[in-house]
């Protein structure tokens, strides 16, 4: 899991540093987890999980209650959740998840980004073999056994613990499915979760040269810069 978590830290790196596309991003989480579980995140896990993620992009606090109001409104549009699945130039495989409320329109804007930046865009599924997906959650390591932790998430789902020394955090993997239970036992025990999302792992890289890299990343941030597009997955080294 070391070649995941550089990779997981990488991106993560470049995408939540940028503040404003990271609001928007959370905002359309949290509509799409109100309008699935409800208001509460009391009794609405998931809602309970992106409050925790807005914490930790700096996201002000009125505007994580003005955005859960907005969910529960009538007025409010549902999002969408639609994955795209391409492949960028020099055999790159994308997976790109977007929320959208409008998705001729999506798919016209990914398409042609794709069609004229030298990708393709496939049909869903064609990837699932290229990548993983996760449960990933991020706590404080101070005063924590790794080792015993990483035995007691085995019952609830966990895979695997890595250690992050620079911002001295436990990031855990665990099922797609076993978000839920991983939460729960993370809260039981007063382990504070300074992030918790899903993630897309590459189980398989591709390596490129410089110039073949600089052509894939243009076409990535050209993707990213879409207000439908909430994150863009790929196995370039």
């Given amino acids: 899991m070391g070649r995941a978590f550089e990779y997981r830290k990488a991106r993560k790196m470049k995408r939540w540093g940028q503040m404003a596309k990271t609001f928007t991003r959370i905002g359309k989480d949290i ?3 109100v309008k699935n579980g409800g208001p509460d995140p009391d009794t609405n896990g998931r809602l309970r999980a992106i409050i925790q993620n807005a914490k930790a992009a700096n996201m002000p606090k009125e505007n994580v209650d003005r955005a859960i109001k907005k969910a529960s409104s009538k007025d409010q549009e549902d999002y969408k959740e639609i994955v795209y699945e391409a492949y ?3 055999g790159i495989a994308l997976v790109i998840e977007t929320a959208t409320d409008n998705h001729n329109r999506t798919v016209a804007n990914v398409r042609s980004y794709l069609n004229k930046l030298g990708g393709s865009l496939g049909t869903q599924g064609m990837l699932d073999f290229l ?3 996760k449960s990933v959650f991020r706590i404080p390591a101070d ?3 790794q080792e015993e932790l990483e035995l ?4 609830v789902g966990g895979d695997e613990i890595e250690f992050d020394d620079e911002a001295n955090q436990y990031v855990i993997y665990g099922e797609f499915t076993a978000f839920g239970s991983i939460q729960k036992f993370l809260e039981e025990k007063g382990y504070d979760i300074k992030q918790a999302e899903f993630e897309r792992i590459p ?3 591709k390596e490129l040269t410089d110039d073949e890299v600089a052509d894939v990343e243009k ?3 050209r993707i990213e810069e879409d207000d439908d597009v909430q994150m863009v997955y790929h196995n370039m080294r």
Avoid at 152 to 155: A, Q, S, T
């Fill in 131 to 133: 990548f993983d997906r």
């Fill in 88 to 90: 960028a130039p020099h």
């Fill in 219 to 221: 076409l990535i941030e």
């Fill in 143 to 145: 005063g924590i056994d």
């Fill in 31 to 33: 509509v799409i987890a």
């Fill in 152 to 155: 007691e998430l085995i019952d």
């Fill in 203 to 205: 189980n398989d890289y």
